[in-house]
């Protein structure tokens, strides 16, 4: 996948963005569903720490939409890590909510989603402006820790949260959650896919 093809993945969630990725395939040689990363921070609110919490309260409405486009799609979160501020949203129920549902599908089957790769302990990454337009970073791994970047070519501004941060070969690495209005070499930490995102979701992808 080349980074112009990478761009349709990327859509918008609440005040900042997401990106599709391929989740759980249902049966053999069945299309995989789809799923969206983003920053745990763009949620309106998080679900309670309850197993058998009421679909209302892990539901989002209409927090979904094109990039450019007002949000009208709903989303239900599936996971959500408040200190590596990262997130995983689906489909909202499709018994309960079915006409939501089919919206849900109807937006993320319109896009290429993004696979899902480690970064390398030291090399360079892409990032998507707000005029949404690739720029070059440099991306690092420190102590196994989270992704670290610096060198940016350009600002990462707010808005941006939520976006993909992605390889040269347009897989995602990480996801843009914080900002940093300089081009200077300090390095700015932010969540590392194979790292912050859970094994239940990792092992789709063979990771």
């Known amino acids: 996948m080349n980074r112009q093809k990478a761009k349709s993945a990327v859509i918008t969630v609440g005040d900042g963005r997401g990106f599709v990725v391929n989740g759980r395939t249902y049966f053999p040689g ?33 927090l979904l939409g094109l990039i450019g486009s007002e949000p009208t799609v709903w989303a239900e979160c599936l996971f959500a890590d408040p200190i590596a501020d990262i997130a995983i949203l689906g489909s909202p129920d499709d018994q309960a909510l079915w006409d939501q549902a089919d919206e849900y599908k109807a937006l993320v089957e319109s896009t290429s989603p993004l696979s ?5 302990k030291l090399g360079h990454g892409w990032m998507m402006s707000l005029d949404g337009k690739w720029f070059r970073c ?20 707010g808005g941006m ?31 590392r896919l194979v790292r912050s995102l859970p094994g239940w979701f990792l092992q789709f992808h063979n990771i």
């Open 116 to 120: 899902i790769a480690d970064a390398p």
């Open 161 to 191: 949260s939520g976006s993909p941060i992605i390889s040269d070969k347009a897989a995602a690495l990480g996801v843009v959650c914080l900002s940093d209005d300089s081009l200077d070499s300090v390095a700015v930490s932010n969540p």
């Open 138 to 157: 440099k991306v690092e791994i420190i102590n196994d820790g989270p992704l670290c970047v610096s060198e940016m070519t350009q600002p990462i501004e």
């Open 30 to 62: 069945g299309p995989p569903d789809r799923l969206i990363i983003t920053a745990a921070h763009c949620l309106p609110f998080f679900p309670p720490c309850h197993g058998g919490s009421y679909l209302e309260e892990k539901t989002y409405k209409k």
